[in-house]
């Protein structure tokens, strides 16, 4: 069995084979050679994981983020965010960093979070006088931030992995994002005063108004988002429909920035998006039947038990784990591999599981650009078109403060529960 479930699969990710097909091929080896059972249960379990009423928010999600993006939404929240943040020294930076944050709000999609908001905010940074390594850093940092703000699409397939409420984990992930961007704004800040950089403007009620009135229509879709899921209005995958509906009315009706020809291609991006990540998902659940059918959880689980493991050692070595897997997977495979294994062992040891799915959100947030090969690294390479010896030196600093967010985000776990609390009374 071992040879199926941890060789298999180690050599087909080493030979750089596709996540889906590494997890397919290992749970064909296991029940064409190790398990009397029928081959087509690797058909109904496939057809089983994907068959959640909760997975349909992930394309209409990626479809209202793929029209968002492609207009002048980004624009519109740079002016407004601009004009509330300019009497701050390093007022583009912490612009950056919250024009993230609502962007983060619409899609939650991360590597269009750094294209978008890169093209927009890298030629001001520069020109404002900000380093290359420092400006290309932070648009690549910043992107982290769209998968721990809700809506969260790696939060919706940790949800349906470990059998955890959306709403819960959108809930308790509001206070960790936000968190993560005062930290970044804070370094900013502290950056720019210390290099004599991004100086202040007086603040001009004129230019806010006329920003917040242009960028009122994108300003919208968090609080529907958001707002229709607590309220009590609409489910999280309900509030996702409700998403595309509005993007498509504001970027074609509103904004008049969007032909039809457009929002067809649109969709026809978030289709091929969404193929890739359900392939991904059915793959791996009928892998992670095999490791349940198979006791493999619970043997750890109880293994943990055995040797009285502290929780924050557990925590700790999670942490190592997700950083380690984050620089070569994806987010959501990496959730749909580890969840099936760590859920059980943190039930057994005694750990909430919508804060571990915060924390594991987080760490594979950093994953996305933590060097050599986050995704996000590439995406800002090809936009902003610079080295990557000038993208690593300018990530390492955003990369320790993504780590002291973790750090607190990890071992105060009312950090992500008060928004539960707060949200949903439980």
Request: with cysteine; aromatic share 10%.
């Amino acid at each position: 069995m071992t040879w199926a479930l941890v060789v298999v699969p180690l050599v087909l990710l080493l030979l750089g084979f596709p996540i889906f097909l590494v997890l397919l091929t290992a749970a064909t080896a296991m029940v064409v050679f190790v398990m009397n059972v029928p081959p087509v249960v690797l058909h109904q379990n496939m057809f089983g994981t994907i068959n959640q009423f909760a997975l349909l928010a992930v394309p209409f999600f990626i479809y209202a983020g793929e029209l968002m993006g492609r207009g002048s939404v980004a624009q519109r929240l740079v002016d407004f965010v601009q004009s509330v943040t300019s009497p701050v020294r390093g007022s583009l930076g912490i612009t950056t960093v919250g024009t993230a944050t609502i962007f983060g709000a619409i899609s939650g999609v991360s590597a269009a979070a750094v294209a978008t908001i890169g093209k927009v905010m890298y030629p001001a940074m520069r020109k404002a006088g900000y380093p290359d390594h420092f400006a290309a850093g932070l648009i690549t940092a910043v992107g982290a931030i769209d998968i721990i703000i809700p809506p969260s699409i790696p939060m919706i397939v940790y949800g349906a992995a470990a059998e955890e409420s959306v709403p819960r984990l959108y809930a308790a992930g509001i206070i960790p994002g936000l968190l993560i961007a005062g930290l970044l704004a804070a370094y900013v800040i502290w950056y720019a005063r210390r290099h004599d950089i991004g100086r202040s403007e007086p603040f001009n009620w004129s230019r806010c108004v006329n920003a917040t009135r242009r960028g009122l229509w994108a300003l919208g879709a968090p609080f529907i988002i958001l707002g229709g899921i607590y309220g009590g209005v609409f489910s999280p995958t309900e509030a996702a429909a409700v998403a595309c509906i509005y993007a498509g009315l504001v970027t074609r009706f509103v904004f008049h920035e969007l032909s039809v020809k457009d929002i067809v291609e649109a969709a026809s991006s978030t289709a091929v998006f969404t193929a890739q990540i359900l392939i991904i998902l059915a793959c791996a659940g009928v892998f992670s039947w095999i490791l349940t059918v198979n006791q493999v959880p619970a043997q750890m689980a109880q293994w943990l038990q055995q040797y009285s493991v502290a929780p924050w050692m557990f925590l700790l070595a999670i942490n190592v784990l997700l950083l380690a897997v984050g620089c070569f997977l994806d987010p959501l495979s990496a959730i749909l591999l580890l969840t099936p294994l760590l859920v059980p062992m943190v039930k057994a040891i005694g750990i909430d599981t919508v804060h571990f799915g915060i924390v594991v959100t987080v760490n594979l947030a950093i994953g996305l650009f933590h060097p050599p090969f986050g995704i996000n690294i590439f995406v800002a390479q090809s936009v902003l078109g610079i080295p990557l010896k000038t993208l690593y030196r300018g990530i390492i600093p955003f990369l320790f403060v993504y780590l002291l967010a973790l750090g607190i985000i990890t071992y105060i776990p009312e950090v992500s529960l008060f928004g539960v609390k707060l949200l949903m009374g439980k």
